[in-house]
């Protein structure tokens, strides 16, 4: 039943792209979404196992089959649909959140195009593949939207902030601007990076190097006089609460705001600087961002939308890693490591949809299970469902139902009413 249950889920989520795909595409598509979610590995010859049961073919056969069709799926032009979809979901102020990453192979001889990279695990050096990863933060979990691999032995390839642009050229082409609000970590604090949030009219906030020692960046305070970003950092104006995870407590966090000028070719544009010191951290955390800090709300929220990005990245980018088996995938063909990791990014949404359809189901388990608590019924039948209906509904259906007497007529004692209780007081 609960294979069953799944199947069908894909089945719906697939249903988007029956325009894109053939009917072999799509039954292959599905099979390898239905793989690497059950095998957890990015190797197609695990995915092969898991769709054993459905193919009477050899796993050498379905392996072959698989690796021909993966350079021949549309991914780019099926995650542009369900961005088109996801429009209406990003406001102004939704974060988006942009992550540097890596996917390093130790063994990597016959893998074509394998470049340097920065293993961020081990703090060391690696080969392997650079990565832009963009997620949605949403308030339960978090979602991917759009996943770019690249080398750096590509031919094409000429700078990270390139290869982000071509990210903004997929997200402006599903929605004709760039929305909500890019969150960009500390690596993201070089010029050329927000000259192009600026070219695009992108909403920004990235996390700021505070460790330049004599050579701190030098901003345009707001009497357009140039100063250092740190001497800036005098009093401050505001103070919220961060909860430590790891510690289980609650610190405080001391906020100032500041409003600065940005030379863009020609023009200075109004920009807002937030200085943010943790309790306990030796440095301040300061963050450059495009959004109107006028209170202690403003530069809070700033605060809170970046450092909730862990929680986001530990549930959507180490999840694939550590659950899906992203980081093992074993193709030799660079552009068919590209397509695969577009592959996660739609298994991503759909684990997201079945995500926040248990939460509703657990919702609805948990009002049932405080009706039943709280009602006089010890056993689940009809009696019990009317409890739970009473519990769940008569406050809604009070606010619109008007009686015609002034006084409520009390019902008979043995008819059970589904409005309201008849011995509370009105």
């Keep these: 039943m609960e294979k069953y249950q799944i199947s069908t889920d894909l089945h719906n989520f697939c249903r988007t792209f029956d325009e894109d795909l053939t009917k072999p595409q799509m039954n292959r598509f599905k099979e390898l979404m239905h793989g690497i979610i059950r095998g957890k590995k990015g190797i197609l010859s695990e995915v092969a196992r898991q769709n054993r049961g459905k193919q009477r073919k050899s796993i050498r056969k379905q392996v072959q089959q698989y690796s021909d069709m993966l350079p021949k799926l549309p991914l780019k032009n099926m995650i542009t649909r369900k961005l088109i979809g996801l429009r209406s979901e990003i406001e102004s102020d ?8 890596d996917v390093t192979k130790k063994y990597h001889k016959s893998m074509e195009m394998i470049g340097t990279t920065w ?62 609000t890019c969150f960009v970590d500390s690596g ?49 104006q505001g103070i919220t609460a961060w909860h430590d995870a790891k510690k289980k407590k609650q610190k405080l966090v001391q906020l100032q705001w500041r409003k600065i000028w940005w030379k863009h070719g020609k023009e200075l544009i109004p920009m807002w600087m937030v200085w943010s010191h943790r309790e306990g951290d030796p440095d301040p955390c300061v963050f450059l961002t495009t959004k109107t800090i006028k209170n202690e709300s403003d530069a809070s929220k700033i605060y809170h939308q970046y450092f909730q990005r862990g929680g986001k990245e530990e549930a959507i980018f180490k999840c694939n890693k550590a659950k899906l088996g992203m980081e093992k995938v074993q193709l030799c063909s660079f552009e068919k490591v590209k397509q695969l990791m577009l592959i996660y990014v739609l298994i991503d949404q759909f684990l997201a949809k079945l995500h926040e359809q248990a939460l509703e189901v657990g919702q609805l388990l948990h009002s049932f299970l405080k009706a039943f608590v709280t009602g006089a019924q010890r056993k689940i039948t009809k009696w019990a469902i009317i409890d739970f209906y009473d519990e769940t509904y008569a406050k809604l259906e009070r606010d619109f139902f008007i009686f015609r007497n002034r006084f409520c007529p009390s019902p008979p004692a043995s008819q059970l009413s589904l409005l309201f209780n008849p011995n509370e007081k009105w």
């Design 119 to 180: 293993n961020g695990s081990e703090g060391v050096p690696g080969k392997g593949y650079e990565m832009v990863d963009v997620s949605l933060g949403r308030a339960d979990d978090g979602m991917s939207l759009y996943r770019h691999l690249y080398s750096t032995e590509h031919l094409d390839y000429s700078s990270q902030v390139k290869e982000i642009e071509k990210v903004f050229q997929v997200m402006i082409a599903a929605w004709g601007e760039m929305r909500g």
């Design 94 to 101: 939704t974060a988006l959140y942009f992550d540097l990453v």
């Design 188 to 236: 993201g604090d070089n010029n050329n990076l927000i000259e192009l949030f600026l070219k695009y009219q992108a909403g920004f906030a990235i996390r700021m190097n505070v460790n330049r020692g004599t050579k701190d960046r030098l901003v345009l305070n707001e009497r357009g006089d140039q100063t250092k970003m740190m001497d800036l950092w005098r009093e401050v």
